[in-house]
């Protein structure tokens, strides 16, 4: 398997959510569709252990909240949209940055809510202290009718495997086990 770095293109895009992408998502409730969402899993080799770019959401419901709190960068779409192009601007709307290179998929997994989630792994690196997320608005605190703007992920770090099985949300972690088995690390324990 070919083990260069890819380039990874900064652009920041501050901002508010894209309206083709809350579109899409609002198009996928209708009819009874299942949620889907896309992400890309950024991963480099750092003095040979596997590291991956885990996202912390921003907000207030996430400030105190680390353990299990993480994510891979991911949103939803609809099912008429392409997956990995949905992967694609998700994580450039949680970022700032846009991707390009060899996109490994590491398959669906259902959420225990019944959202079906795909993620695609990518060999890069980046600076998290660059990122640039997107923002959403929300009432804060509730019932105060003072709505405030709140960045969709707050940071970004770098974790080893170990670290990032913590970190990362439960329903997400089967795909840093599928990320070891591709490249024949060694998978986070139970």
């Known amino acids: 398997m070919d083990q ?3 380039s990874v293109n900064v652009r920041h895009r501050a901002g508010k959510r894209s309206a083709d992408s809350a579109v899409a998502v609002e198009k996928s409730y209708q009819g009874g569709m299942r949620k889907r969402s896309a992400g890309i899993l950024l991963f480099r080799f750092n003095n040979a252990a596997l590291e991956v770019l885990l996202v912390h959401p ?10 299990g709190a993480w994510s891979i960068p991911k949103g939803e779409y609809s099912d008429d949209e392409d997956a990995l192009a949905a992967a694609k601007r998700e994580f450039a709307e949680e970022t700032g940055v846009n991707v390009e290179g060899e996109f490994l998929p590491l398959g669906e997994v259902r959420q225990a809510g019944g959202k079906i989630v795909q993620v695609w792994a990518l060999k890069g690196d980046l600076d998290p202290s660059l990122i640039r997320s997107n923002t959403f608005a929300l009432e804060w605190p509730p019932r105060s009718g003072s709505v405030r703007e ?3 992920v707050d940071s970004a ?3 080893l495997m170990p670290v990032a099985k913590q970190k ?3 329903g997400q ?3 840093l086990v599928r990320l ?5 690390a060694d998978a986070p324990s139970s």
């Open 168 to 170: 990362l949300l439960f």
């Open 4 to 6: 260069r770095i890819v």
């Open 157 to 159: 770090r770098w974790f």
């Open 173 to 175: 972690r089967e795909f």
């Open 180 to 184: 070891c088995d591709r490249f024949g």
């Open 150 to 152: 709140f960045p969709e």
């Open 58 to 67: 921003g907000g207030p419901y996430w400030a105190n909240k680390d353990a």
